[in-house]
Nanobody
Framework: QVQLVESGGGLVQPGGSLRLSCTAS????????MRWYRQAPGNQRELVAS???????DYLDSVKGRFTISRDNGKKMLYLQMNNLKPDDTAVYYC????????WGQGTQVTVSS
C-alpha cells in the first residue's frame, strides 16, 4: 500500500497562487505516473494534471497556462504550482499514483474566495 500525503492547501484570493505538495512512500517512485485530481462539492472527481516518470505532462484544459505539475524523484515528491487561481478552482485536491490499482492521498482543501 502506497502512502500519499498532500499539503499546501488553503484559502487564497482570486488571482493568487498556491503550491501543493505530495510525498509518496514507495520504492521506484520515479517510474510511476503521478496525477492531481480535484473534487468540488456536488461534482465528480476530475483529473487536473498528470506527469509520467519521464516528465511528460498533460493538463485539464481549464488549468492550462495557470497550473504546472512537477516532480522531484530523489525526494519522492509531487508538486502542483497553481497561479491565477479562480473561484472555480475551489475543491479538495488529491494526489494519485498510477501503481497497481492506484492509491490516493487524503486530499487538501483549496478555497479561492475574496
Amino acid at each position: 500500500q502506497v502512502q500519499l500525503v498532500e499539503s499546501g492547501g488553503g484559502l487564497v484570493q482570486p488571482g493568487g497562487s498556491l503550491r501543493l505538495s505530495c510525498t509518496a512512500s514507495t520504492f521506484l517512485f520515479s517510474i510511476y505516473t503521478m496525477r492531481w485530481y480535484r473534487q468540488a462539492p456536488g461534482n465528480q472527481r476530475e483529473l487536473v494534471a498528470s506527469i509520467t516518470g519521464e516528465g511528460g505532462t498533460d493538463y485539464l484544459d481549464s488549468v492550462k497556462g495557470r497550473f504546472t505539475i512537477s516532480r522531484d524523484n530523489g525526494k519522492k515528491m509531487l508538486y502542483l504550482q497553481m497561479n491565477n487561481l479562480k473561484p472555480d478552482d475551489t475543491a479538495v485536491y488529491y494526489c494519485y499514483i498510477l501503481k497497481g490499482v492506484g492509491s490516493w492521498g487524503q486530499g487538501t482543501q483549496v478555497t479561492v474566495s475574496s
